[in-house]
């Protein structure tokens, strides 16, 4: 909506733009859950029960604000979030990697000795 202003006549595009949401969306959670699992699975059994929460009170708070706030601000905000997001998601890739990384020179140097 920044850059794209919608006319009545492109009402398809705008059905096909909601269904390739939909489908990149679908598969956005499965990847979210699989990494929770991936992360969480053997230190936290109710990670994905905090997803689900945040994710919830998330909605909660944009519903809360959409009705004071325009679509630009809204807009603004969610990419003010994606890019939080994407910042942490960078981090915990390059912590886990490390991590990895760690574990295998200790176990060649168990090895090696």
């Known amino acids: 909506m920044f850059l794209w202003d919608p006319k009545s006549s492109q009402m398809v595009l705008l059905f096909v733009i909601a269904g390739f949401w939909g489908i ?11 990494t929770y699992t991936v992360l969480y699975s053997e230190t936290d059994s109710n990670a994905l029960a905090k997803y689900r929460l945040w994710k919830s009170i998330g909605f909660v708070i944009t519903y809360t604000y959409s009705s ?7 807009l603004i905000l969610l990419l003010v979030y994606l890019s939080i997001s994407m910042l942490c998601y960078a ?11 760690s574990k295998k020179k200790c176990a060649i140097a ?4």
């Open 91 to 101: 981090f915990v890739e390059i912590n886990l990697r490390w991590k990895e990384h």
């Open 24 to 34: 990149a969306d679908a598969i956005w959670q499965t990847q979210v859950i699989a």
């Open 68 to 74: 004071y706030v325009t679509i630009r601000i809204s």
């Open 110 to 113: 168990n090895i090696t000795e």
